[in-house]
């Protein structure tokens, strides 16, 4: 198996999920924004998408973002899976139809995440509490695509996940780990709470991250 991961921000890495890839013996290959135009994803089982301090509205400055935009439709309609996260759910749900609002319904630090009717019944959150915990660090936000099915939601921002076809959007970070965020922390010039909290739940939170990239890859299995 092959996870093509993309890495739109030099600063937002895969995290856990990188780790936990490598020993799971997944082959991964990593594209930053060095990558150049000829992007191909043919010889990927799935892709998946980081978070990045930029915007989708950002696109004609950030060519990564705007080439890998303009190629998911296309992925997204050959059965493709993606797992997208926060810019990458953003970038997805745009892609796809949906919107990506920009400065609105932001968040951080951890948060409750309530599944929908759907998100209980959908492979990706199985065996998951309603809700679960995970942390959340982002200004803008998505309105999912109007044929996706809407997974997951909070009180501030009721875009928190969506699924289409064999494609996922989630708004929250179940990949991060501590220096991620505190790197976060230093760059937007904000004390530790959002980095405290995430502490102070943070086994919790590894389960839930766990689970969700192990049924991610249950999914890729059955499909290949």
Known sequence: MRIDIVQFDRDVSAGTYGRLLAARGVACRCLTPEAGPDLDFSGADALLLLGGHMGVSEMEDCPLLRDVHALLPELVAAGKPVLAICLGAQLLADALGGRATKGRRGERSVQPIALT????????????????????????????????????????????????????????????????????????????????????????????????????????????
Request: charged share 20%; hydrophobic share 35%; aromatic share 12%.
């Open 117 to 224: 009717g759907a998100g209980r019944n959908d492979p990706l959150f199985a065996g998951l509490p309603n809700p679960f915990l995970s942390f959340q660090w982002h200004n803008d936000s998505f309105d999912p695509p109007a044929a996706a099915t809407h997974l997951a939601f909070t009180e501030t921002c009721p875009g928190q996940a969506f699924r289409y076809r064999n494609a996922y959007g989630l708004q929250f970070h179940p990949e991060v780990d501590e220096p991620i965020i505190a790197g976060w922390c230093r760059r937007a010039g904000v004390d530790e709470t959002p980095l405290e909290a995430f502490r102070a739940s943070r086994a919790e939170q590894r389960q839930t991250s766990r689970r969700i990239l192990e049924n991610f890859l249950a999914m890729i299995g059955r499909q290949g």
